[in-house]
């Protein structure tokens, strides 16, 4: 009796992984923006294309969605040891973004926690900005900054960025009342000093809401030698805010030396926040001809529930002051990678590349978005919601509230 031969039944070894099918791929490293196929293999983008067949385990009909490279967000806080942290996964890939910087939760004193507890066990990947302060976010009071109590403890901020090259990708500092007291633009130049031995971008979080003890003046001023001073690559952090020392205002008077600062590379990001953006600030921005270079969310574990809710809530509001759905995605992807020295890596589709995917949906409608830092209440009609997302290859469904109706105020 003959042996029976299955040669017929054998399952075809897959070619693919995953296959998204059929959605519009925007890639602005690429210069794509067009309906095609995007195939994963082994972790990796295999490619795109139009028609992409081959036998996959896994086919995704991604028709009338967006698939673009994986959101880039380049400033929020997921160390939850803090007392505004997220965890990792809530800011991260369960709100559609595989790729998130730290801003600062963690200092030299802390970050070896964050790092083994956090960093090296989240499926988000996890890249920060060490904070100057050794306890990074803990030190949320401003008597922290007396000069009595800390020094920029040099060596010790370098030991630690030389233990943990692949994750500190930059220095973080807020522009607020103790250290515009205790150390002032002085303290500025020690900490790009320090950025320099680095190696680091400096971020810096500007618009000051203690100030009980500095003038309006001495404010704007430390703004102004931030300005002079910030290197290529530097960010500023909150850069449409609507608080004291902001950039943009009526009288314009910054604006000669963000022009000279932008045109010798300093990087202004659109940081959202609970209470650091002003939609006004933003449209005499544009008006004037500056943009965004980057957008994040600042997310915390009271900012995200309560202004952002989730990531593509927190990107749709920029559609309603005249920036592309084009520019609004390079700014939440390349050039935060570019930003944060990772577009070797990520911030596009390019063959070969770990598969870092944020899958969208675009629906029209009426949608309202509230200026928590000015009280503004402003309207669109189109909203970007994240619906799953691709990290390493392995899909993962989003969970978030949607869009709620922002409430007025009084």
């Not at 933003?282 to 965004?292: C, D, T």
Request: hydrophobic share 40%; with cysteine; proline share 5%.
């Amino acid at each position: 009796m003959k042996p029976y031969d299955f040669t017929d039944m054998m399952v075809p070894t897959a070619q693919y992984d995953l296959i998204l099918k059929n959605g519009r791929v925007i890639d602005a490293a690429l210069g794509l923006d067009d309906i095609l196929d995007v195939a994963v293999a082994n972790g990796k983008i295999a490619a795109v294309a139009k028609g992409i067949t081959g036998p996959c385990p896994d086919v995704v009909d991604c028709t009338g969605k967006l698939v673009i490279p994986g959101f880039v967000d380049a400033h929020l806080h997921c160390y939850p040891a803090t007392h505004i942290g997220l965890g990792p996964e809530s800011g991260g890939i369960y709100n559609g973004v595989p790729t998130v910087v730290d801003a600062g939760s963690a200092g030299y004193m802390t970050f070896p926690d964050f790092y083994h507890r956090y960093i090296t066990r989240s499926a988000t990947d996890i890249y920060a900005l060490l904070h100057l302060h050794p306890l990074g976010l803990h030190a949320n009071e401003p008597e922290c900054w007396d000069k009595d109590v800390l020094k920029i403890q040099t060596y010790r901020i370098i030991e630690t960025v030389a233990e943990y090259p692949d994750r500190i990708i930059g220095i973080k500092n807020r522009a607020l009342e103790g250290f515009l007291l205790h150390k002032g633009l002085a303290g500025l130049d020690e900490l790009l000093r320090l950025c320099d031995r680095c190696g680091l971008p400096l971020t810096l979080h500007i618009g000051d809401f203690f100030s009980e003890r500095l003038s309006d003046a001495e404010v704007d001023g430390f703004t102004r030698g931030a300005l002079e001073r910030l290197r290529p690559g530097d960010i500023l952090a909150h850069a449409f805010t609507g608080k004291r020392g902001k950039l943009f205002r009526e009288d314009g008077g910054f604006e000669p030396l963000i022009q000279k600062a932008v045109e010798r590379g300093v990087l202004l990001d659109a940081c959202v926040g609970q209470t650091n953006f002003s939609v006004a600030s933003l449209r005499m921005a544009l008006e004037r001809g500056f943009k965004p270079f980057l957008i994040s969310s600042d997310y915390g574990c009271v900012s995200m529930d309560g202004v952002n809710q989730n990531f593509g809530l927190n990107i749709s509001r920029f559609l309603t002051v005249g920036l592309s759905l084009q520019e609004i995605l390079a700014m939440t992807t390349i050039n935060p990678a570019r930003a944060m020295r990772l577009d070797d890596r990520k911030g596009s589709l390019r063959t070969g590349r770990e598969a870092d995917i944020s899958v969208l949906d675009l629906a029209g409608g009426e949608y309202s978005f509230m200026d928590h830092g000015g009280g503004e209440l402003f309207t669109g009609t189109e909203m970007i919601s994240p619906a799953f997302v691709v990290r390493k290859g392995i899909v993962y469904h989003v969970i978030h509230k949607g869009y709620q109706e922002p409430e007025k105020k009084a």
